[in-house]
């Protein structure tokens, strides 16, 4: 079963820049995307990013794109999420997930998650 933590969430400054990281664990030998979900306050989940097995097709929601990347390091197992010129609607938790073979924006899609990490945004 594939096990996932994300770490690199905190406290940043409207138009500053966070990083946040995933580590997979398990069977990562299986071909598996990975994507960013996030759920603000009085919200419901929902997408941000996502990307492919190999890491080279992307796909991002509107309300994220140019502003944040999705890249991953298989050889390191962890897929990160570059979030740059932040604002105060990005704040939320941001949720890792996997799912076998193709990337998807449903959630639903996804069969494992991580247990989120906060990320607040000030102004």
């Known amino acids: 079963q594939v096990q996932l933590v994300e770490s690199g969430g905190g406290l940043v400054q409207a138009g500053g820049s966070l990083r946040l990281s995933c580590a997979v664990s398990?069977?990562?030998?299986?071909?598996?995307?990975l994507g960013w979900f996030r759920q603000g306050p009085g919200n419901e989940r929902e997408f941000a990013a996502a990307?492919?097995?190999?890491?080279?097709?992307?796909y991002y929601a509107d309300s994220v794109k140019g502003r944040f990347t999705i890249s991953r390091d298989n050889a390191k197992n962890t897929v990160y999420l570059q979030m740059n010129s932040l604002k105060r609607e990005d704040t939320a938790v941001y949720y890792c997930?996997?799912?076998?073979?193709?990337?998807?924006?449903?959630?639903?899609?996804?069969?494992?998650w991580g247990q989120g990490t906060q990320v607040s945004v000030s102004s």
């Open positions: 398990g069977y990562t030998m299986s071909p598996y995307a």
């Open positions: 997930a996997a799912k076998f073979l193709d990337a998807t924006m449903n959630q639903g899609d996804y069969n494992y």
């Open positions: 990307i492919n097995w190999i890491g080279d097709r992307t």
